[in-house]
Each structure stands twice: as C-alpha cells, then as structure tokens.
C-alpha cells in the first residue's frame, strides 16, 4: 500500500511559478537523507547554470522523466486584485496563503460583478507577492484529493521512480504553469552532455468523456502539440506488455513541457503519461490511489525498458 505523506508533504509546499526554489529546497534535502537507500547514487546537477531546476543522473542514461515543479497560483497587484500565475480556478471563498514582509498571509478570494478577482484580507498585502492555495490533504479508501496534485503527484512519482532507477534522468523543469522557457536549456544539456533523445513527461492530465477514474495511468497519444507517433506506439506497446492497466488519451488543447521538448532545435521523442484528475487548478484536484499505482508501475517498468 502507497504511503501518501511525502505527497501531501509536496502538496503544501509554496511553489508558484517563478518560486520553484522552495521545492527545490525540499527535494535536495530529501535526496540527500534518502539516496542512500536507492538502487544507485544519481549524480546531482544544479546550481546557476540551471536556475531553480534539478538533474538527477543514474547510471548511463538512455532516457529522461520530465516533472514540472511549480504550481498555478496569483500575484498581488493594487488595490487588493490578483493577477493569475497559470490558469488557476477562482471561486470566491477560496483560500489563499503566502508571506509577505508584514509576516504570514491567510486570505480568501472575493470575486466581484464584473468578475474581477479580489484577495480578502485585514490588511494591505505587498505589491507582487505570490499566493497559492491553502493545502487541504484529503485521502480516502480510493482517492487523493489536494490542491497542487498537478505537478506534486509527477514528482512523487519521480521520487519513487528514483528508489530503483538503474539508469536514467530526472529532470525536475520550472515554469511549465506560466508559458515554460527551462526545457531548452535542460534539453541542450540532456543531448548534449548525455546523448539522451526520449523522454517520458510525468505530469498529470484531466478526466473527460475518454479517460475515467480508475482505469489506469493515461498514456496521451497527443494533445495540443502531436508527438511523433512512432515513439508513442512503441510506448502503447511497451504497456501492453506490462499488464500494467492503462487508457489512451486524444486530446485537441492542454499541454506540457513535451511541447517544449517538440519545438527544440534536438531531435527529442516525448510521450506524456499521467494519472488522470478531476478539479484542474483548484483546491479540490482529485486522483484515484488506482490511477496513482498504474503511473508508479508504469513508469518503474518503461525506464527498465527503454
């Protein structure tokens, strides 16, 4: 049975876009007290070369997981209006927290006629602080609910991933909520250093009409962006190998840093596989613990094969 403390750990973690260094933070201590215990030592890759991104490398790496480590969220601007990071959900009522230089922040959304999005709060907040949702962890017997399951639920599998990782990359990527812009730099130094031209990106997709609760880990066959096909068959037959279940994913919008990965001037295969979720960029993101173990297993098993 999963133990989903360290998600909730990650769920409520301060991370907009633009402030990805707090989960950063939290990932290098993580590392550090927990490597010892994986298969392999991954060599570490950080520092100004590379922002608030993180590189793990295992052994002789043949392909790389791309997890996206911040979250939508607003920024405050004047007379008490947020300005959205991402594509947030706003509700009025909904909780907000974040720190300024008066101390810590716990507010509400308000929502006003026009539809304008207002912070509610008993003092003014500094010009251009960030708030994010208040972390409400809730687990029961067949699902996760969190704020922030897109993208802490993406590491959680990396983190998992890496207790048996023989060989490979994690890439732990800023800015994806909020337009991207690290992927080039982490693609140049994946090629370029490693000689590595797949990737699978450990991000987390939407229930609609085709991809259910409960059916497995969804491997998209494309969404706004088209990978080129060949890789991503080989990847549905991979799974069909693996008696591990999953759901094929079509989609016309939505995207991740696989598009990034496209538009590179490397020739970069991707394949987006996530667990699917209800409640997109709101407090109340849902996931079923079925979804969770089909992308844990998946994952475990493609980067043992790839």
Same mark, same amino acid.
């Given at each position: 049975?999963? /133990? ?16 990805? +260094? ?22 570490i +890759? ?11 490398v295992?052994?002789e ?14 920024s405050?601007? +004047? ?19 974040g ?13 006003n006629k026009?539809n304008?999005?207002?912070y ?13 949702f208040?972390? /409400?962890f809730?687990?029961?017997?067949? +699902? ?11 590491i ?5 991933l ?13 800015y ?7 992927v ?18 450990s ?20 969404d ?16 069909e190998?693996?008696?591990i ?21 490397? !020739?970069?295969?991707?394949?987006f596989?996530?667990?699917?979720e209800?409640?997109?960029?709101? !407090?109340?993101?849902?996931v ?19």
């Open positions: 049975m999963t /133990d989903y403390r360290l998600l909730q750990q990650l769920c409520s973690i301060h991370a907009p876009s633009g402030e990805e +260094y707090m989960i950063k933070n939290f990932l290098l201590q993580y590392i550090k007290k927990n490597q010892t215990d994986w298969k392999v030592k991954p060599k +890759y950080q520092g100004e070369d590379f922002q608030d991104c993180l590189v793990l295992f052994g790496p043949r392909a790389a997981v791309f997890a996206h480590m911040d979250s939508v969220g607003f405050v601007r +004047y007379e008490n209006q947020l300005v959205p990071i991402g594509g947030p959900e706003a509700k009025n009522g909904y909780k907000l927290k720190e300024d230089s008066l101390g810590p922040i716990a507010c509400e959304i308000e929502i026009e304008q999005t207002f509610k709060f008993g003092r003014g907040i500094d010009r251009g602080a960030s708030l994010t208040e972390c /409400d809730r687990e029961t017997e067949d +699902y996760v609910q969190s704020c922030y399951l897109d993208n802490r639920l993406g959680f599998n990396c983190l998992k890496a207790e048996t990782l023989e060989n490979g990359m994690i890439v732990f990527s800023a994806e909520e909020h337009g991207g812009g690290t080039p730099f982490l693609a140049k130094f994946m090629v370029e250093k490693y000689g590595v031209h797949q990737a699978l990106i991000d987390i997709t939407w229930v609609t009409e085709g991809v259910k609760h409960g059916e497995g880990v969804a491997i998209s066959m494309r706004r962006n088209v990978p080129r096909q060949s890789f991503v068959q080989m990847i549905i037959n991979m799974a190998n693996s008696d279940p999953f759901q094929l994913e079509v989609e016309a919008s939505g995207g991740s840093d696989g598009r990034e990965l496209q538009e590179s001037p490397y !020739p970069i295969d991707w394949c596989i996530g667990a699917p209800d409640n997109v960029h709101s !407090p109340d993101e849902k079923h613990k079925n979804d969770i173990q089909s992308m844990l297993s998946m994952y475990q098993f493609l980067m043992s094969e790839l």
